[in-house]
């Protein structure tokens, strides 16, 4: 009993050990934009015992741009996420029950899976020039059509695989009983697995609002700019506002903990969902 009371604690203390190295450079991102610059580089630091102010949330949102670009990270997030999961979706849903000839639909999918292997940066000169060459370039169409793009193979691979585990004989029933294909997949099969569309989502909504290289290359202008590329963009060579940028990152990073705290029970269902067979 002592081994086991012991090997407990060893547990907890680990677990709590990897909560705090995760949490603290959160925890010191919030306190920064929350301290007056003299406290910012107080030593010893200042955890708890400061005076907070909201100046550095006033100046990020109220003179300066920092709220064109949480609007636009929002938009292009959204849609991006929306126009990956609705073609996606399809895209795995035939995959998983259509077969091709030669097996044509198993390469496919590694095929699909495989534009995710190149390094983005590779990518970064053509896409520029293409969207150069159809005036898209310094717009929020652009992105959302390469945050599209880069996030569909992922989509595809990760429903298909949910697709795979619902019994046919589900959809098939309700076939026999006068529904349409698109009908089924509506009425039965996508209410199988939202648990899955729920953690793909998230995913892929995570993937669109920290994307950093392409919104930097294709956009120039704040009506066009991400979030990320606006906070990086007040790093100058004259000066670095600490708090401004830790007020920013910390309300960019609330629209995305609040949308995987509404889902979470769908998330953690979705991410084990197949991995156990009854």
């Not at 020039?129 to 169409?141: H, I």
């Amino acid at each position: 009993m002592r081994k086991d009371f012991v090997t407990r604690i060893l547990r907890y203390a680990l677990a709590l050990a990897a909560v705090v190295v995760a949490v603290a450079p959160v925890y010191w991102m919030m306190t920064i934009s929350l301290k007056k610059e003299i406290d910012q580089f107080s030593m010893p630091p200042k955890w708890v015992a400061f005076n907070p102010t909201l100046a550095h949330y006033a100046d990020a949102f109220g003179t300066r741009s920092f709220g064109q670009y949480l609007l636009t990270s929002v938009i292009v997030s959204l849609l991006a996420t929306a126009c990956a999961m609705l073609l996606g979706t399809l895209a795995a849903y035939a995959l998983s029950h259509f077969r091709l000839p030669r097996r044509l639909d198993k390469h496919f999918a590694l095929w699909i899976l495989s534009t995710r292997m190149f390094p983005p940066i590779v990518t970064v000169i053509p896409l520029f020039l293409m969207m150069r060459d159809v005036r898209l370039l310094d717009t929020r169409l652009s992105l959302v059509i390469v945050y599209t793009a880069f996030n569909l193979p992922f989509v595809v691979w990760m429903m298909r695989g949910f697709f795979g585990e619902i019994p046919r004989e589900l959809e098939e029933a309700a076939r026999v009983d006068g529904d349409s294909r698109l009908g089924a997949l509506w009425r039965v099969v996508l209410p199988l697995v939202a648990p899955g569309l729920a953690a793909t989502a998230v995913f892929c909504l995570i993937i669109s609002w920290n994307e950093f290289l392409f919104a930097l290359v294709l956009t120039q202008t704040d009506a066009a700019m991400t979030l990320p590329v606006g906070i990086a963009g007040r790093v100058t060579q004259y000066e670095i506002k600490w708090g401004v940028m830790s007020a920013a990152a910390t309300v960019a990073m609330m629209p995305i903990l609040v949308f995987a705290l509404a889902v979470q029970r769908y998330l953690v269902r979705g991410l084990s969902l197949g991995a156990v067979k009854g």
